[in-house]
């Protein structure tokens, strides 16, 4: 089970914490992604650590979004900084607990969380 946590709202030049809590351990997974959904649009990854371990993210959030983990305490956090309001979306974090993803090509999840919404007014 994968539980997200940290939305909110937020000023424009702020900073958010989201947290993906993973029921059973992070280090039993193969690889974890944040995707985030805005109004009327699709489903975009914009974070993702890979099997291998290393943390990749789209170009939109590169320099402001970084990704750090917690083995103890199961999470995975989506550290959001210089938030811009087209940052507002819906944001989900998903697992893939089967096979190997070392990129966003190949980036692929069976088990999803409900979503936090992320709110950044101008």
């Known amino acids: 089970q994968v539980v997200e946590s940290g939305g909110g709202l937020v000023q424009a030049g702020g900073s958010l914490r989201l947290s993906c809590r993973v029921s059973?351990?992070?280090?039993?997974?193969?690889?974890l992604g944040w995707y985030r959904q805005r109004p009327g649009e699709g489903r975009d990854l914009v974070a993702l650590?890979?099997?291998?371990?290393?943390?990749q993210y789209a170009e939109s959030v590169k320099g402001r979004f970084t990704l750090s983990r917690d083995y103890a305490k199961n999470t995975v956090y989506l550290q959001m900084d210089s938030l811009k309001p087209e940052d507002t979306a819906v944001y989900y974090c998903?697992?893939?607990?089967?096979?190997?993803?070392?990129?966003?090509?190949?980036?692929?999840?069976?088990?999803w969380g409900q979503g936090t919404q992320v709110t950044v007014s101008s």
């Open positions: 998903a697992t893939n607990n089967y096979y190997s993803v070392d990129d966003f090509a190949s980036a692929d999840f069976d088990s």
């Open positions: 059973g351990g992070i280090f039993k997974i193969n690889a």
């Open positions: 650590l890979t099997t291998a371990g290393s943390m």
